[in-house]
């Protein structure tokens, strides 16, 4: 069987003013998000850790691409530096592609190096002036150095989305019986979809050693959970695989938040309802834009007991979706679709009612970047 060939998929976005729109229109979907959270912690989809939590990730893919367009702001003017523009997926995703990501984080660990090497932020300004006001030229290369420059600087500070984003542990509460209750967390960047996905486990911790300081269990679990964390596994296969190989970790409540695809006009292909929305709202750069988000949610029903030989061990029963095929054709117990767009392609949408969308939340841009839910 031949090879997918994933690059069909890719777009280089090599005109500068395209790029940096397409910077500007993630700039303002990043900062919408955080009100996305909040709403459904009003209407308890979230607890208030689980929103601090999410807001950490949505900061964090924020400075990605902070970092990214300083990377690529003026790259595209210059002949003969390698890597002169952004791609991205233009089709079900309308994020960078995973490469882009995976480059960056090479560039984080080496930023300091080449930091070291380059001249400051000012010293190149003055020589920029001088180039401007003496030459009479405009001082492309400077003005990519300084971007270079900026870029690494921004890297430096850290606290950005890469393609792995290791688990941490939040303490939540003392749980009977001597037990402790943690929200595990972590994110990667799904290198099929190209899209940021995020994981919140809730367990009930039995081990006599909290578990992020246990040295022994702690790594194992860390690197359990990020061995699993692909997107074609169904939250099931996670959960009970965690469940079996962990005995004093017992998953509770396990969800899988996709953060896109981003659909825009200008810059992906869509097709179906959300093309023809967009294109008969015929939104401006600012406004022309949809961003889908989806929970998948797994919950534990019930604990059942399994006798052995010296020790019993308790098992989790999980609860699955009624509705689907045989029960666990999902392989989770619900799954919310949110989509996140500005009033005039909600105008549109709703006037259409397309079928597809009927059973979406949406989530819309008002006045002044309130964030308004409508069901």
């Known amino acids: 069987m031949p090879e997918l060939d994933l690059t069909t998929d890719h777009k280089v976005l090599d005109d500068d003013l395209a790029a940096r729109r397409y910077f500007a229109k993630f700039a303002t979907i990043t900062r919408l998000l955080s009100g996305v959270a909040g709403e459904m912690q009003k209407d308890r989809a979230f607890s208030a850790m689980d929103a601090d939590v999410i807001e950490t990730y949505i900061r964090a893919i924020d400075r990605s691409f902070q970092a990214l367009s300083l990377k690529y702001l003026v790259s595209g003017r210059l002949d003969g530096i390698g890597q002169k523009h952004l ?23 080496q930023a300091g190096r080449h930091l070291e090497g380059m001249p400051d932020a000012d010293r190149l300004k003055d020589e920029m002036v001088r180039q401007i006001v003496g030459e009479r030229v405009v001082p492309t290369r400077l003005q990519y150095a300084l971007s270079q420059r900026l870029y690494y600087e921004t890297l430096m500070k850290g606290g950005l989305y890469f393609a792995q984003m290791h688990p941490a542990a939040e303490f939540i509460a003392e749980v009977s019986g001597g037990r402790r209750g943690y929200l595990l967390h972590w994110g990667v960047y799904d290198s099929q979809l190209n899209v940021p996905v995020l994981y919140l486990m809730e367990v009930v911790d039995s081990g006599r050693k909290a578990l992020p300081l246990d040295e022994r269990r702690w790594p194992a679990a860390q690197a359990h959970l990020m061995a699993q964390s692909v997107g074609g596994l169904k939250l099931l296969t996670i959960a009970t695989g965690f469940d079996k190989d962990f005995e004093d970790l017992h998953p509770k409540r396990l969800r899988r938040i996709h953060l896109g695809p981003m659909y825009s006009s200008a810059f992906t292909l869509q097709s179906g309802a959300i093309r023809d929305v967009l294109e008969e709202a015929k939104a401006g750069p600012g406004e022309d834009w949809a961003l889908a988000w989806t929970v998948e949610e797994l919950e534990s029903e019930r604990v059942k007991v399994e006798k052995g030989w010296f020790s019993d061990t308790e098992r989790e029963v999980f609860r699955l979706d009624p509705f689907a095929a045989q029960g666990a054709e999902t392989g989770a117990t619900r799954i919310t679709r949110s989509i996140i767009l500005p009033q005039r392609p909600f105008q549109v949408l709703a006037e259409k009612d397309p079928q597809g969308f009927r059973s979406v939340r949406k989530f819309v841009v008002g006045k002044e970047g309130r964030v308004l839910v409508y069901n």
Do not use: R, Y
């Open 87 to 109: 791609t991205i997926d233009l089709h079900e995703s309308g994020f960078p592609i995973f490469q882009e990501l995976v480059t960056m984080a090479n560039d984080a660990a």
